[in-house]
């Protein structure tokens, strides 16, 4: 069970696993469309028995120190086996080659359990946005990773270790 780097061909799957696992603010078609096409980005599936069970997407431009969590999925089905954390660690990893030092995202409020396992993985709340998530009007936690922390305390540095120091 590896993800791999995801394709326009995904699309169909992703914004299917997209609408089921975020009903009320969704991304657009559009939109994820042109995440997965976007250099500045990269976005992993993981399958199982040829059906997409989740994707993970982040955002770190070329030269850039900073880098975003962008999604991640995991089919209702399949969770709590592990899936998500494995989407999250593929794509922190490619932020690390990608010479990201530090990592953001923003978790609803309202799901303990992505907010528990961005902690696990050693995110730090920032602070809150005030009712982000529309419709619902429900608080985005903002969290931050030292990213090259993180590699360290897992003994992953890339390749040039120079760059962690």
Same mark, same amino acid.
């Given at each position: 069970?590896?993800?791999?780097?995801?394709?326009?061909?995904?699309?169909?799957?992703?914004?299917?696993?997209?609408?089921?696992?975020?009903?009320?603010?969704?991304?657009?078609?559009?939109?994820?469309?042109?995440?997965?096409?976007?250099?500045?980005?990269?976005? @992993?599936? !993981? /399958?199982?028995?040829?059906?997409?069970?989740?994707? $993970? +997407? *982040?955002? &770190?431009? =070329? #030269?850039? %120190?900073?880098?975003?969590?962008?999604?991640?999925?995991?089919?209702?089905?399949?969770?709590?086996?592990?899936?998500?954390?494995?989407?999250?660690?593929?794509?922190?990893?490619?932020?690390?080659?990608?010479?990201?030092?530090? @990592?953001? !995202? /923003?978790?609803?409020?309202?799901?303990?359990?992505? $907010? +528990? *396992?961005? &902690?696990? =993985? #050693?995110? %730090?709340?920032?602070?809150?946005?005030?009712?982000?998530?529309?419709?619902?009007?429900?608080?985005?936690?903002?969290?931050?990773?030292?990213?090259?922390?993180?590699?360290?305390?897992?003994?992953?540095?890339?390749?040039?270790?120079?760059?962690?120091?």
């Amino acid at each position: 069970m590896t993800p791999r780097t995801a394709t326009v061909d995904d699309l169909g799957a992703i914004m299917a696993l997209e609408r089921a696992s975020f009903p009320t603010d969704a991304w657009s078609e559009a939109m994820m469309r042109a995440e997965l096409a976007s250099p500045h980005g990269r976005y @992993v599936v !993981l /399958e199982e028995g040829g059906r997409l069970v989740g994707y $993970a +997407g *982040l955002r &770190a431009p =070329e #030269g850039s %120190r900073q880098g975003d969590v962008q999604t991640i999925a995991v089919d209702a089905g399949a969770r709590g086996a592990g899936r998500g954390r494995l989407l999250l660690t593929t794509i922190l990893e490619e932020a690390r080659d990608r010479g990201v030092h530090e @990592v953001f !995202l /923003e978790v609803r409020a309202d799901n303990p359990v992505a $907010a +528990g *396992l961005y &902690a696990s =993985e #050693g995110f %730090r709340e920032l602070g809150r946005r005030p009712r982000y998530y529309q419709p619902d009007d429900v608080d985005a936690i903002v969290m931050r990773l030292d990213l090259r922390g993180w590699a360290h305390a897992r003994d992953i540095l890339p390749s040039d270790a120079g760059a962690c120091t």
